[in-house]
T-cell receptor, first 114, second 118 residues
């Protein structure tokens, strides 16, 4: 158990809908990273938050957004969903936003868009 | 640009065989970190090892060992006497250097699926 929690575990929704994925980092960790794992693209970095502030963006679509709240949990919002958004979404946490510090991953949320 | 290549898509071995998973990376930076993660069938990503670019010493942890060679930009992972529980997808990853737009996010290879048969 990494100490990172993600809810829900599974999510099935229809095209055009909007969903919110939730992540709680390990106790004491200030950084949250979001990644998408799909068959086509593999594991890709989406976005990074540190102590409530956005720090870096990767290949995140404009239809996607995220935020980190004062209690440090983070939410990833996906809107106008398309079939291609079906994927496993991971969040990871680490203590400081420093290159090389290992990230601990949550169990993931499997999103299926029908 | 930074890139990680895991040329072996799938490997199948019989229990007790040794197996090496290859990882080749590309980066122009002198400072970087390399990682290996394991993704068992249950789906979670499990951290295995971190190595910085200044430490080329090989590392051994039980049946696992890692061979880092900067001259060939490789960071290979060997499992000795493989077991069925080693069946998983293994990912090699690289962190880009700190700077604008980068704060430690990982760049992953496509992964190698290892199947260990009894």
């Amino acid at each position: 158990d990494s100490g990172v929690t993600q809810t829900p575990k599974h999510l099935i929704t229809a095209t055009g809908q909007r969903v919110t994925l939730r992540c709680s980092p390990r106790s004491g960790d200030l950084s949250v990273y979001w990644y998408q794992q799909s068959l086509d693209q593999g594991l890709q970095f989406l976005i990074h938050y540190y102590n409530g502030e956005e720090r870096a963006k990767g290949n995140i679509l404009e239809r996607f957004s995220a935020q980190q709240f004062p209690d440090l949990h983070s939410e990833l919002n996906l809107s106008s969903l398309e079939l291609g958004d079906s994927a496993l979404y991971f969040c990871a946490s680490s203590g400081i936003p420093k290159t090389g510090v290992e990230q601990y991953f949550g169990p993931g949320t499997r999103l299926t868009v029908t | 640009a930074q890139k990680v290549t895991q040329a072996q898509t799938e490997i199948s071995v019989v229990e007790k065989e040794d197996v090496t998973l290859d990882c080749v990376y590309e980066t122009r930076d002198t400072t970087y970190y390399l990682f290996w993660y394991k993704q068992p069938p249950s789906g979670e990503l499990v951290f295995l090892i971190r190595r910085n670019s200044f430490d080329e010493q090989n590392e051994i942890s039980g049946r696992y060992s890692w061979n880092f060679q900067k001259s060939t930009s490789s960071f290979n992972f060997t499992i000795t006497a493989s077991q069925v529980v080693d069946s998983a997808v293994y990912f090699c990853a690289l962190t880009p250097p700190p700077g604008l737009g980068s704060q430690g996010n990982l760049i992953f290879g496509k992964g190698t699926k290892l199947s260990v048969k009894p």
